[in-house]
């Protein structure tokens, strides 16, 4: 289930528990309705607002810290491609063939990453593969002077990292929103709406203010499933550092 279905599906059950509200206030005894009943729930429904309020702020906090690592990690991969082409190329011309491997690793990179499918995909071809092969043949290479020993030196030591880098970012793709959590946080935001509904009168204004502040929770529930899945959706890392590293490639 998509992440706006998702938010759909929370928007319809904590509107539900206000329209509940509002129904149950209609059927109810009226001393179930008293002053003092209605400071216990109040009492009561603060205390869940509260903890609800703490669990809404650590998940958009979580999910927006893993967006941002995640968009790091690109720049950081771009940066590494760019930089052992330039590398490999003060090395010498001997080194064309293994520049153009970076090159495809990284086109496949582009074009995997933000694929409807690649989150659940474990890099064991393509990028895994390309990686091996770029650095056996960096060991290959028979340096001809110090210069070029340090060079080589280099390169391994960045396509390791740049190997290393890769595979995290595919780690925290397949993390996610714990579903247990999230249901957990619908079902308190829910009763907290079924209180609003109980001890509210009912007329438009009410109803128009209990729907608008059950979307922006909803919202809230779209932002952070959207963050947590940051190559597809609504909300996307931007392509454009992988894409500027691609065309500095092989000059």
């Not at 935001?189 to 929770?217: C, D, E, K, M, Q």
Request: some cysteine; charged content about 15%.
């Amino acid at each position: 289930m998509g992440s706006i279905n998702i938010s759909l599906v929370a928007f319809a059950i904590i509107f539900g528990g206000a329209l509940l509200g509002l129904l149950l206030r209609a059927v109810l005894p009226s001393h179930h309705l008293s002053p003092e009943s209605k400071d216990v729930v109040k009492l009561g429904m603060g205390l869940v607002g509260t903890v609800a309020a703490l669990v809404l702020g650590l998940l958009i906090a979580s999910a927006k810290g893993s967006y941002d690592s995640q968009s790091n990690e690109l720049n950081e991969m771009a940066s590494k491609i760019v930089l052992l082409d330039r590398v490999l190329s003060h090395y010498g011309p001997e080194t064309k063939e293994i520049r153009d491997s970076l090159h495809a690793v990284a086109v496949y990179n582009l074009e995997n990453l933000w694929s409807n499918d690649a989150s659940s995909r474990v890099p064991m071809e393509g990028p895994a593969v390309g990686n091996e092969v770029i650095y056996e043949k960096i060991q290959t290479l028979t340096p001809a002077n110090p210069e070029q020993t340090s060079l080589q030196n280099q390169a391994l030591g960045l396509i390791m990292s740049l190997a290393q880098t890769r595979w995290l970012m595919y780690a925290q793709r397949a993390a996610s929103i714990s579903t247990t959590l999230l249901v957990v946080l619908v079902f308190w935001l829910a009763i907290i709406f079924i209180s609003f509904g109980l001890f509210s009168p009912r007329n438009i204004t009410v109803v128009a203010s209990l729907f608008f502040s059950a979307l922006a929770l909803s919202c809230a529930v779209l932002l952070i499933l959207e963050m947590s899945a940051p190559y597809s959706g609504l909300i996307q890392i931007s392509k454009g550092p992988l894409r500027a590293a691609i065309s500095h490639l092989g000059k």
